[in-house]
């Protein structure tokens, strides 16, 4: 018998004070701005990952502040199952586009992109209102 399973992945949340929230401009389908992060690899754990996801989208070393929340609606990618785990992360530098991300962009709480890819836009929504 085959399983079918949903797919851990992870997300980050990184603010910087003054500048706002950091967003990437996905090259991949689908396409639109995200926040941060990717799927987990064999071998890895969620933190592991985040910290790779962010050197390899934005090209920080960050600090994992906090576990922020996991989503797992099904329907949240629309390309498979995911259930995401998102991190607050702190860093410093200047953040550059690489790996999955085509831009990265900061955007202040009140302006952000919508609508955002996945559900990022309800993670972001509990982040700024202070849910979890």
């Given amino acids: 018998?085959?399983?079918r399973n949903p797919i851990p992945t992870v997300d980050i949340i990184l603010e910087f004070e003054g500048q706002g929230i950091l967003l990437?401009?996905?090259?991949?389908?689908?396409?639109?701005?995200?926040?941060?992060?990717?799927?987990?690899d064999y071998g890895e754990s969620l933190e592991q990952a985040?910290?790779?996801e962010a050197k390899e989208e934005i090209g920080l070393d960050v600090k994992i502040t906090r576990q922020f929340h996991t989503y797992s609606e099904p329907t949240r990618d629309p390309r498979q199952h995911t259930v995401s785990t998102v991190f607050i992360v702190q860093a410093r530098g200047r953040p550059r586009s690489g790996d999955d991300a085509a831009k990265v962009a900061?955007?202040?709480r009140d302006s952000l992109p919508t609508p955002l890819c996945f559900d990022h836009g309800q993670i972001l929504e509990d982040y700024i209102r202070g849910r979890y």
């Fill in 24 to 40: 990437i401009e996905r090259k991949n389908e689908p396409h639109g701005w995200a926040l941060p992060g990717g799927y987990v």
């Fill in 50 to 52: 985040a910290i790779r």
């Fill in 106 to 108: 900061f955007f202040p």
């Fill in 1 to 3: 018998m085959a399983y």
